[in-house]
Every structure is written in structure tokens, then in C-alpha cells.
DNA sequence: TACAAAAGTGGAACCGGTTCCACTCCGGAC
DNA sequence: GTCCGGAGTGGAACCGGTTCCACTTTTGTA
């Protein structure tokens, strides 16, 4: 357990004051004789010298380090989501201390206040919804923070990256009246998030295009956990015109969904056309495989990572960015026209 | 963007020194008349003042946080993990610095490092198997290691958590062999991991108390990340006389196992039984729904935590801890007597 | 050859906490 | 009344980096 060796050890060991060591770790802040810079370096690799980050912190004011905040990572959306940030994070040089919020605000708020003390300099957060003034606060003390997957409507200063949202919900939904349904049920998170009435708007615009009437009872607008979405299914097939084809509009529901479809032996797709948000692994594991939106992970975490870094050097104009990223229809085997589902 | 208060601050604020302020922070280290701690306290709030982590990090030496690296987070077993994990460090007021090193040891090695400038004050890993000198050198430096799943033999006083990979093996095998198959194929990680090769030899121990023989061709110890369990299942089933068993011993190698047998077409259970390591909630999802060895994640992440946290308070008596949880056996529907096999 | 500009260097302050130590009170024991 | 011990307090050093500034040595140019 002996101790790691300081700035002040390299220096004495090289014959040099700690002002060169330190111009020599960071080559910007000033000139150093050739000679000296490659004694220093010898001497640091000599002795196993790694500098403090904590000094380096207190120093500069702000740490090398993103805070990642999700709801959970049980949810492979988000999994995947933060290994693509850890990945580009790392490859950046930078750090990222994970939180998470089980979607409820009073966590969200602790874990806001804990990464201010750890002076962290970026923060990339799946919001949710509350601690407006928190967030605010947050980013007048200079933290840099970018919202992904979801956005705070009056948060209108803050860097967004999601998908099309909208965009995504009408497509799909077309798709399945391009098939012939004309009932067709959405499950999708509560309409207070962004990406909850993106998605119904979608919906909704979809239905307008084909001078369709919006049945408000097919549409159920349910939390992001628990069994919500089997619930959602659930109240959905009991109906007395139940609908004949479903979208899943929400990655934290899909698997409920699913489950309680598998549950009740519906048969996909002839009994009810399926087309669910995110292409997880398993979606082409199940029968039939699933038509799925896919989201692409790796963008969004890439222009999360690059708001985030651009914001810290300063490299990125004023004015808050929106970026949305093009989601992609995957057809496979659980839709069909509506007049094979007749048949049956 | 204005900057935040400071611990003088906050003392000239209340008209007491720095000293009786930080013996206001941290309540055991020395004595401060009621009034004052009022007076201070009531201070604090007014400013919104908050301790720089940095500040504490430098002057204590250490970190409270914990580094968390494992093989990659799309994995659904090490993002449970790390979910749980994250989950309870919080509970602790602990901070979880998060890493990845896909399976590489270099990629391992630069994660240790920077866990080192950051003083964390615990690791918690799941290791590639290199890094011998390295993972000795940073416990040497005080840093508190466990390993979670895996274990390195050459490192005996290292901590390790992980589930009863011989007997769950042994089960699982014996469970088939009780169904009447004789040929059971194997698909495990890398024997120089603790799991792959406790896992083979639980598979052993079951023939030999069965009195049967191992066919070293059925058995396929292949890496961790890629195609390897796809390529695996398919070599395996182009042998002449082909396994009418097989177990998927390694998380990692189910999905890509699975999607092959499901590509090949392979009708489970009537063609091949199966058994695949961990109970992702997808395997309830595919047709049939997979009998699975379930991990009991929380069990891990628990102990793993306590072990860390144990250490850094010195609470735990020295010697190294070997912590196996027991994982059951979740029958569903993917195993079925050889018999039927046969009349197929 | 002279002199200004640039390169190179070290001392010391600073970041914001923690902790050691010296010092002042005060009450209780003798 | 004296002495002792502990509660309560503030000053200052310290943790290990960064950075500003003053100073010396080169280098380049007229």
C-alpha cells in the first residue's frame, strides 16, 4: 500500500521545478526545452507517474467527466444507449459516472445535485419531466446538458437529440392502413413526455391523411414501467370492436406487451397485425419475428456525445440544437392485410 | 453562470470559521456548540451550498466512488448488472463510474489506469483474464477489488461473487441426461475463464456419475462476443451424429446460439433440446419459451456492493472472500425426453 | 554590437475542502 | 482557590495539481 508518486517527486527526480512537469502534461500551457521534456517524460515512465484527477479538478474547476442519466438499465434501449455513450465517452477522453431514475423525479433531482458536486461538465439525460427549475439551475452554473430520446417543451435553451418521432408513429401507422386496417391500436407513453405526443400526433396525422376518423378509445396512453403495457393489451383485446392491428410506441412497453400477447395465444399476425418500437435483439427471436422501428442507437449517441463535447470546448454556436435522427420501418412477419386476417 | 458558493463563504456568512463549518459536514469529527451548528446549517441552506467533491476527494485521498467495469452493456446480463448495481451503490451514497472493455485486455488495462487517477475507492469487475500484474498492482495501492461472475485463479486474495457454475452445469446436464440424451452438446466461454471451465467440469461430473463417457467433440469453448455461439451451434449440428441435447453455458453465446437454431429452422424441443444460461426476459418470448439456468443478478449485485463497501469502512476481516449464490434451474418448454426425439 | 523579442524556467498563489494543533473558556474535584 | 480536563473555536498547513508572473537566457534583426 505505498503511495503513488506527485508532480513534486517527478520534478526533484528530473532536476526540475514542478512548472516544467506540469508543461509538459499539458503541452498547450507553455514551452519546455526538448531535452528537459524527454528527461521529464523518462522520469514519468520511470516512476509510474499518473496525475491526480481530483487535483486536476479542483484546479480547473470541472471535471473530465459526463454524468449519464437514464431511468433504468434494465431496459435495453437504454442499455445499448449508454454503451454507445461510454464507448464514444471514452474514446473522447472523458468519463461517465451513470445514474439512474426508475422514471421518478425525487431521484432524478438527488442524482442532478450529485453530479454538481462532482463538478461534472456535461450531463446526456433521458428527462423525466420534472425538476424544470433543477435542470435550469443546473445549466446556468455552466454544466453543459443534452436531452436524448426525450425533451422538456419548456426547457427550450436545452440541446435535444431524438428520433422522428412523429415521423416514425405516421409511417408505421400508414403502413398498417396502407394494409387495409382502419382499427388500429396505440400504445405509447403518457402524453406529458415529448416523445409520448410525438408519436400520437403521428398517429393522429396518419388517420388525417386517409380521411380517417381517431378512435380515442384505441389509444392508450399508459406508464413507462411495470405491467402497463400487458395491461394496455389487455384492455385493448377485451373490447367490443377490438382493434386488428396494434402499434407499440413505446421501447419500455414492448416486452410487457409482447409477453401478455404471447400469454393470451393471440396469433400474430393473423389475429392482430404488431409493430413495435425499437429493434431489440430478441424481436427477430420471437414467431413470427416482428416488424420493428428502429431506432438508431448509434446516432443518437453520437450527437449527444459530440453536443456534449463541442459545449465543453466551446466549439458549438449559441442557441440550442435539435437534432432528429431518421428511425427505419423493418418489415418482417407480423403484419398483414386485413383481409387475410378476415379470412382466418 | 455565476459560481457557487464555498465552504468560506458559508463561514463568514454565519460568522464562524471554516473549521466549525466542516465539523458541521461531517458531524464526527469534532465538536460544535448547538447554536452555531443552527446558525450554520441554516447558512447552507440560504446559499444552496454544496461540498466540492473534488475539494474532499484531494484532501481525503480517495474517491466515494466505485468503478464498475465489465464486458459491454448490450449484453442484458451485465446491463441488469450494472442496473442493480448502480441502484444500490446509490442507496450508499456512492457513486459508480462506469467502464467498458469488450472483452479486450488493453481496453481493460487503460480502464484500470483511469480508475486509478480517480482515486476510486473500489472496483467492481467482471475481468477479461489479463491483467494479472496490474489488477494485483492496483490493490496493492489500496484500491478495494471484487471480481463478480468471474474469477482470476493467479489473484487468491482477490474477492470474488459469483453463482455455482460447477453445480448449476452439473444440473443442468444431469437434468437432460434424466431425460434419456446421451449426446449433449456444450456451448461455454473461453476455458481459461473461472466460468468456462467450472462450467465444463460441472458438465463432466455429471457423465461420470452417470457413467458415461464425454465426447470432447461435442464440446465448444468459444469467445465471448461476435458470431461464436451461432458458429458453434451450427458445426455442431453439421456433425454425423449430431447432439439431440445441448446447453448454452455463457450469457454472452445465447443470442447469437438461439437466432442460429432459429434460422436453422431446428424445431425445439422435438429436434433438439436446450438449456441457455440466465433468464433474459426474452426467453419467456420465443416459441417455445426456453428453460433456462437463472442467475440471481440481485444476489450478485448485493454482494458485490457489500463486499466493496465492507472494505472501504474496514468492516470486513482480511482474508478474501469467495461468495457462490445458487442459480436454479427454470423449467419451461424447450427439453423434452429423448423418446419423442426419436419418434419424430 | 546592441537591443528587442521570444524561449525557457522556477517561485508562489490558488482551487476548496479536511485536519492538526494551540488556545480560551467553563465546570467539577480536591 | 487551584488545578485539571474537556467542550468549543479559529488559524494555518496540507492534499496535488494549474497558472500567473518575474526573471534569465537565447535568438534574431538592424
Redesign the pocket.
Known sequence: MR?AP???DVAAAAG?????V??V??PE?????PA?RQEVLRVIDELGYR??AA??E????HALTIGLVVTDLSNPFFARLADRIVWEARSHGVQVVLMTTQEDPHLEADSLDTLLDRSVSGVIATPTGGNIEKWRRLRDLGVNVVFIDRAIEELEDVDVVSIENFDSAQRSTEHLLSLGHTRIGLITGPLTTSTGSARLNGYKAAHQNASLPVDPTLIRDVPFRGDAGGGAVGSLLAMRQPPTALIVANTAQVQSSVRRLVQMGIDIPDELSLIVFDDNPWTELTTPPLSVIRQPLDMLAVHAIELVLGRMHGKLPDGARRIEVKADYLPRNSCAPLILSNAH
Chains 1, 2 share one sequence.
Open positions: 503511495k506527485t508532480i513534486r526540475v521545478s514542478v512548472s516544467v506540469s508543461r502534461l499539458n500551457s507553455g514551452p519546455v526545452a528537459k496525475p491526480r487535483a486536476r479542483l484546479s480547473a474547476g
